[in-house]
């Protein structure tokens, strides 16, 4: 099991050498195997590894047994650990939302503090095979799409905790390094190594949709078909590779036919109707997040009345949930939101860079990006070139990316210091408005080391000091 969680971790790419994988331990047999795997691999993998507690202010005296469970295993082996208290109850009242999404979005945000405190790279998660049948099942009965039919995803942001997604570059990653693996294969492991874990009472109540699947659908499968958790996980893999192909298709169309203006963006009506129903109503959605940066309360019968607005009259109009706008003007749909969402037809596109002393390739916004680190010659001469950039490493302190514009991008405009926002920046260099969203950006946080085709950040500037450099060449794909 070790071996094939080490083949999982290289082929994904889930984690480098250097850095620091915090570890998510509610002190069940999932985290626990999960955290006890990454100490036997971390030598191996070149890693440090630490580990992060949330208790949910409900199971009282059991709950605080497990924190002390967790603490007491860390500490026995020298983890660095972080506990946090959440009153989850008083939260799920205050949004009005279930135990089960006001515990997950206690424990997000948790762990994106824990990252911050502890200068975290990735956020390592538990999530197993059984767990990614019951996630595809629990979609599956919801009414979702192809997206939720995909089940989980080896690595992906950290996902929102109530309060829109943070940048990705500011928190990292989050891993789940289990995903390949079976819940009894991971009690196998403990028993056979004399671990011990804790038994959370609330996985046997059936208060929860989860444990409703768990306890009762999944072991129903089995009996009809003893694979039948590795076939719905298997289906999950067909529908993931589906969806991320019409995914690419979506953002290829919207590249070509998309207008973006403003607070709006416009599709023409009769070539968007001509696409097959599936890839439209794709289209539509992320036209839709991207406008809004939500999905919150869209659903199909939405996509399908935009494209019955299509063909109907000059000056038609809808209204859908979110304040959203669509109207009909002379063949082109025109979509609005609300007034606050200023920043939002920017794209949520991004790539995370780990730069070594091979030159590794990403294509991006059309763009070929090629990166290394070197250590550079005494008097080795900076290029003064436009498509080639130096950015002094030591002042790199967290993770890069290559991304669009966001509310609340600067760089550094003078050598003394000085900020410049990058709307600003766009405004002044007379950069179009329905093209600044598609200059590519090299970023640190909201920090802008690169406008490409434009300014770099005096803060990253190689100097006569600089020792180790990192060089970015960029061509057009």
């Known amino acids: 099991m070790v071996r094939k969680i080490l083949e999982t971790i290289k082929r994904e790419e889930l984690m480098r050498a250097g850095e620091l994988v915090v570890t998510g ?49 860390c500490e026995s082996r020298q983890v660095p650990f972080l506990a946090y208290y959440r009153d989850v109850p008083k939260l799920a009242r205050e949004k009005k939302i279930t135990m089960e999404e006001a515990g997950r979005q206690a424990r997000y945000q948790c762990f994106k503090e824990a990252i911050k405190e502890l200068s975290g790279d990735r956020l390592a998660v538990a999530h197993n095979r059984d767990d990614n049948a019951e996630t595809v099942l629990f979609h599956l009965f919801r009414g979702s799409g192809l997206k939720g039919l995909s089940g989980m995803d080896y690595q992906a942001p950290i996902p929102s905790c109530g309060s829109g997604v943070l940048p990705v570059s500011e928190y990292g990653r989050l891993v789940r390094p289990l995903l390949d693996i079976s819940r009894k294969e991971i009690e196998t492991y403990l028993f ?89 109503g794709l289209i539509l959605r992320k036209v839709l997040e991207r406008l809004t940066g939500s999905l919150r309360d869209i659903a199909k019968r939405h996509t399908d009345q935009i494209l019955e607005l299509a063909g109907k009259e000059t000056g038609r109009r809808l209204s859908l949930p979110g304040e959203i706008r669509v ?100 405004i002044n260099e007379k950069i179009p408005a329905d093209e600044r969203g598609k200059i590519p950006l090299l970023a640190e946080g909201s920090h802008v080391l690169w406008i490409v085709d434009g300014r770099i950040s005096e803060a990253y500037k190689v100097t006569e000091e600089s020792g180790l450099v990192l060089e970015i060449k960029v061509s057009e794909a």
Not at 25 to 44: F, H, P, T
Not at 250 to 267: H, N, P, T
């Open 327 to 426: 109207q009909n003007e002379y063949g082109m749909l025109v979509f609005s939101g609300r007034p606050a969402a200023k920043e939002a037809l920017v794209s949520k596109e991004e790539r995370m860079i780990h730069p070594t002393e091979e030159w590794k390739e990403e294509e991006f916004f059309g763009r070929r990006f090629r990166f290394r680190c070197f250590r550079r010659r005494p008097g080795q001469k900076i290029p003064e070139n436009r498509y080639t950039k130096w950015f002094a490493c030591d002042k790199i302190k967290g993770n890069l990316s290559l991304r669009g514009r966001r509310s609340g991008d600067w760089f550094q405009a003078f050598a003394g210091g000085g900020r410049q926002s990058v709307k600003s920046y766009m």
């Open 192 to 280: 056979r190594r004399g671990i011990s874990y804790c038994q959370d009472s609330t996985n046997i109540s059936e208060v929860y949709d989860r444990n409703r699947i768990r306890l009762n659908i999944l072991p129903e499968a089995r009996r009809i078909n003893e694979e039948a958790i590795s076939n719905i996980v298997r289906a999950a893999g067909i529908a993931k590779e589906a969806e991320r192909w019409m995914e690419k298709e979506a953002e290829e169309w919207i590249k070509k036919e998309a207008v973006f203006g403003g607070e709006k963006i416009r599709l023409p009506g009769k070539i968007l109707s001509e696409q097959e129903p599936i890839l439209a």
């Open 25 to 73: 331990v509610s002190g069940g047999a999932d985290s626990i195997c999960l955290l006890s795997v990454l100490l036997e691999l971390k030598r191996q993998l070149g890693i440090r590894v630490a580990a992060v507690h949330v208790h949910h202010g409900i199971r009282g005296a059991e709950a605080d047994g497990d924190e002390a469970f967790v603490r007491e295993f």
